[in-house]
């Protein structure tokens, strides 16, 4: 029974990942700069996160002591979501079928399987940390999509640009709010089972 979560969602991450690969759905998803930078780069990392969540019962001790409050994985999270956001490698990926491969490959188990293992060692306030300084570049890059004068991307038009620059400011706006709702308002529906179950027993 204890296997059991791991074992569907190890299912469900290589069957998400299977899923995003045949071209009839990768070209639709990768068509426009927009849908290609929020919506695949970030399924390709929650399959790899449903792997991680998956294989965290079975991680190496030594692996969990070399990941040192969860920097070294975080930082190679950071690292590979900012190479594949770049408009050069946006492009490679587009015009070579193996460097898209690479991508699926990368972002799968750079981004999504290393968020899973390496967040929850993260103290609260390095999450905070990190909160902060991503929600200021995810605007910061759709600013540039929208300031940007000529195509970044060769096999995008410039209206797919301004869209994916809109695109990436309305996220940071959506992320900043619902970050500041969590962090200083709360989710009062996950505190009800607890005062439930503290209420039972006070009343035991």
Excluded at 62 to 80: C, H, N, Q
Excluded at 126 to 144: C, T
Aim: proline share 7%; charged share 10%; net charge positive.
């Amino acid at each position: 029974m204890n296997g059991r979560p791991g074992t569907i969602r190890s299912l469900l991450a290589l069957g998400l990942l299977a899923l995003l690969w045949p071209s009839p759905l990768r070209h639709l998803l990768e068509r426009d700069m927009a849908v290609h930078m929020i919506v695949q780069l970030p399924l390709l990392a929650c399959g790899g996160f449903l792997l991680g969540s998956a294989l965290r019962a079975h991680e190496p001790r030594w692996l969990a002591e070399a990941d040192w409050l969860g920097l070294p994985g975080l930082l190679l999270v950071i690292f590979t979501t900012s190479f594949w956001m770049l408009p050069r490698m946006l492009d490679a990926a587009l015009a070579d079928p193996a460097i898209d491969g690479v991508k699926f490959l990368s972002v799968a188990s750079f981004a999504g399987l290393p968020l899973a293992l390496s967040w929850r060692r993260m103290p609260a306030l390095g999450r905070a940390f990190l909160w902060a300084n991503f929600i200021p570049k995810l605007g910061a890059i759709g600013g540039l999509y929208l300031a940007a004068p000529i195509r970044l991307c060769a096999y995008y038009r410039l209206d797919q640009q301004a869209a994916a620059g809109w695109t990436l400011i309305a996220v940071a706006v959506a992320l900043a709010m619902a970050w500041f709702v969590i962090a200083f308002v709360g989710v009062p529906m996950s505190q009800a089972p607890a005062q439930s179950c503290r209420a039972g027993n006070e009343a035991a």
